[in-house]
């Protein structure tokens, strides 16, 4: 009677792999429906230039729009395309921008399951690799370690850039089984798969161009030594995946060399043994659902200063060495388990080895971590099959029904300001962003007193971090006159810890409430008195780029404290350290907003010299820089030109 039941059911439409990927997916929506409401974060503030939906009339604008992200090399257009399907709910209302990252998240996931499908198919057992596919879906679209992805909505880059990855590599793995099969339409859709998929993925994030190189780690554990393909014409391999593996080496080689880091507060080597711990440390959140993992606010990460120091670097650094050494040397008894492996650290070539880019971000295990269960998940279905391990079904419920749990319980969290501020400050004591976030959100519920005493203890702890007496500053502005001693304290910590040049934009808030006069005990000249102590500062010049920023600061500070010679002066210097004609440019619209008019057309001149944008990425603005020359010209001697009134 059971046996009759089932294969009813496998026959029609109650086929359980088909309604179960589908309860899946409809499970993942209800425990991340808590979190959608939640707030924008931190970067989400690069959203803004979304604003200018309005005034996108003409194809040039429209470029300068989707190649407007400071942050890509290419820009990102295609990820920036996506932000317009919201732009009516910026900035009032998140939701809807974390409903359409949950519904790529879902898409990814659906995608997935067929990928693993279509890869792990089986002659012998043909729903064998329905259930294996279905329980690496499971596990990555309930695993909490993503909520940080998937609810913060700038992170909607990296998922997009996942979704194209995933999409080459289904397609790939489609056109490979064709052309194994002699059906030469295969290389058709593998060279589709390369070409259109790595585009798309690169232009959503630069992460996008590792494509090729997962494909290689298909080619060489899965396709070869799990479904036992032929190897695809030697010239075609050539062409379309070693060559652009080749082409990323040397990026990587030209990007991560040791000069590209003097703007940096670490060195190659630090990065390259810090991000060893790192990597291990994605893993082990990966695994283990109960562990609080640092969140998207791990800017203070403890570096590796030395293969000792801490003493993990080394056991770390050994570990992952002997796990690709493994992985290589087993790929033919242990496919499945070489290419999660070799795919996981892969993944991760292009943003956690010599690049100098900050050491922790959790978006970064978002695609790498895709087949990190596949071999366990392979091992348990195929035990089970074969009349053994009957207990794993059950174990494989409990795992994921974990998961499910604490992601739930994760997003409720993401979907309360308050909530999230605190949860990342009690777990992040030693995070410079976390401690800030908290303070922040007390403050913009009329508590800035309470906001105040969380960064009050944060500087009892850190002592030497000066961004911390500086938002103290800012805070206390808010309900409380400054005193004369607050002030004597914060010169004196600036002239022994000068801030970097992530604490500058706290800076200028400092500036322009001092100019407003809402700071009470602060004003511009006190306030330009600090900018001045930080610029005097011989480590300020350290970071040319972060020096550049400081006097473009100072500049603005001398301006308000009605000193514009020597602003242009300061002005100057920021160029020179930093050559941006767009930085320039405000200068000048600074120097026109304070009725520096002789001024401001004076240094328009020596502005319009500089050298345009060259990059794929500035040229929408390059396209637009002379007529906001000649706008700017037209606009001072017209103010010039109209009397004052009084």
């Known amino acids: 009677m059971i046996s009759t039941v089932e294969t009813a059911l496998r026959g029609g439409f109650f086929y359980p792999e088909k309604v179960i990927p589908i309860l899946l997916i409809c499970i993942t929506g209800i425990v991340y429906w808590p979190g959608l409401p939640g707030p924008f974060l931190l970067d989400d503030a690069q959203l803004g230039v979304i604003s200018e939906i309005s005034s996108i009339d003409n194809f040039r604008s429209l470029w300068r729009y989707l190649t407007s992200d400071l942050s890509g090399l290419f820009g990102r257009p295609i990820s920036n395309l996506t932000f317009l399907a919201n732009y009516s709910s910026w900035p009032t209302s998140p939701f809807p921008f974390k409903a359409t990252n949950l519904a790529i998240h879902l898409l990814i996931g659906g995608m997935l399951y067929q990928f693993i499908k279509t890869l792990l198919g089986s002659r012998k057992s043909p729903h064998h690799g329905d259930w294996t596919a279905l329980i690496v879906t499971a596990y990555w679209l309930l695993n909490p370690f993503n909520v940080s992805t998937t609810l913060y909505v700038i992170q909607r880059m990296a998922m997009l850039s996942a979704l194209f990855v995933v999409a080459g590599l289904t397609l790939y793995t489609h056109g490979r089984k064709l052309q194994a099969e002699g059906n030469q339409r295969g290389y058709i859709w593998m060279t589709m798969a390369i070409i259109l998929f790595t585009s798309l993925a690169i232009l959503s994030k630069e992460n996008g161009a590792l494509l090729p190189i997962l494909a290689l780690t298909l080619e060489y554990t899965v396709m070869r030594h799990y479904l036992k393909l032929p190897s695809p014409h030697q010239l075609w391999s050539l062409t379309f995946l070693w060559l652009p593996s080749l082409v990323l080496a040397l990026a990587l080689a030209y990007y991560g060399s040791p000069t590209s880091y003097s703007e940096r507060a670490f060195t190659l080597a630090e990065r390259v043994f810090t991000e060893c711990r790192v990597l291990l440390e994605y893993a082990y959140y990966w695994f283990n659902p109960f562990a609080v ?55 991760h070539i292009l943003e956690s080895t010599v690049i100098p880019l900050e050491i922790y971000f959790e978006h970064r295990n978002y695609l790498p971590a895709i087949f990190l269960v596949l071999p366990l998940a392979h091992w348990a279905t195929k035990t089970h099959s074969i009349g053994k391990g009957r207990w794993l079904p059950l174990l494989v419920i409990v795992i994921l029904c974990t998961q499910a749990l604490q992601t739930f319980r994760l997003t409720k969290v993401w979907g309360n300001e308050l909530a999230l501020a605190a949860w990342w400050s009690h777990h992040n004591p030693e995070a410079t962003r976390a401690q800030d976030f908290f303070a922040t959100s007390l403050s913009s519920i009329g508590r800035p007193d309470l906001g105040l005493q969380v960064l009050e203890d944060a500087i009892q702890r850190t002592p030497e971090n000066s961004h911390y007496y500086l938002h103290s500053l800012y805070e206390e502005c808010k309900f409380t006159p400054i005193k004369s001693d607050r002030l004597i304290r914060l010169e004196k910590q600036l002239s022994r810890f000068p801030i970097s040049k992530k604490s500058y934009p706290l800076l200028k808030n400092i500036l322009g409430i001092a100019a407003s006069g809402k700071c009470n005990g602060l004003s511009t000249t006190e306030a330009s008195t600090l900018v001045a102590i930080l610029a005097n500062h011989p480590n300020s010049r350290r970071d040319r780029d972060g020096y550049g920023q400081l006097m473009h600061i100072r500049g603005l500070a001398l301006l308000l404290d009605r000193q514009p010679e020597k602003a242009v002066e300061s002005f100057g210097q920021s160029l020179r350290y930093r050559s941006n004609i767009q930085t320039g440019l405000e200068q000048v619209g600074l120097l026109g907003t304070h009725s520096y008019y002789e001024l401001a057309l004076s240094w328009l001149d020596h502005v319009a010299l500089m050298p ?17 020359i000649e706008h700017l010209r037209t606009q001072l001697n017209k103010d010039m030109a109209t009397p004052a009134i009084k």
């Open 612 to 628: 345009r944008p060259t990059s794929l990425r500035g040229v929408g603005r390059a396209w637009d820089i002379d007529v906001e």
């Open 293 to 347: 993992s640092r969140g998207v606010l791990a800017s203070d990460y403890p570096l590796s200063t030395g293969l000792l120091t801490p003493w993990t670097t080394l056991p770390a650094l050994l570990a992952i060495i002997a796990s690709i050494l493994w992985a290589i040397w087993q790929r033919q008894r242990h496919p499945l388990a070489a290419l999660a492996i070799l795919f996981y650290f892969a993944g």
